[in-house]
């Protein structure tokens, strides 16, 4: 996971990390995300990639998002 830099964003957007995330499991690659946890690089996070519940998290109205960070993952048992 890293900074995915972005010049310009939606005005819904403003003041939120872009990252690139490495997804783990069947469905490896990288996916972009909004990141509302703060996670850093090499954290295991949660990704939610359903746009009508990204928004209501965000709380912003109609912002162009489809997947956010919204958990940092502490353990994963079995």
Same mark, same amino acid.
């Given at each position: 996971m890293g900074p995915a830099p972005s010049n310009v964003k939606h005005p819904a957007l403003a003041g939120l990390k872009l990252v690139f995330v490495k $997804?783990?499991?069947?469905? $490896?690659?990288?996916? @972009? &995300?909004?990141? =509302?946890?703060? &996670?850093? $690089?090499?954290?295991?996070? =949660? @990704?939610?990639?359903?746009?009508? &519940? &990204?928004?209501? =998290? =965000?709380g912003r109205g109609a912002a162009p998002v489809r997947t956010v960070l919204v958990a940092n993952v502490e353990r994963v048992d079995g």
């Open positions: $997804r783990e499991g069947k469905g $490896r690659g990288v996916v @972009v &995300a909004w990141d =509302l946890v703060d &996670a850093g $690089r090499g954290d295991r996070v =949660l @990704v939610m990639r359903e746009g009508g &519940a &990204a928004v209501r =998290l =965000l």
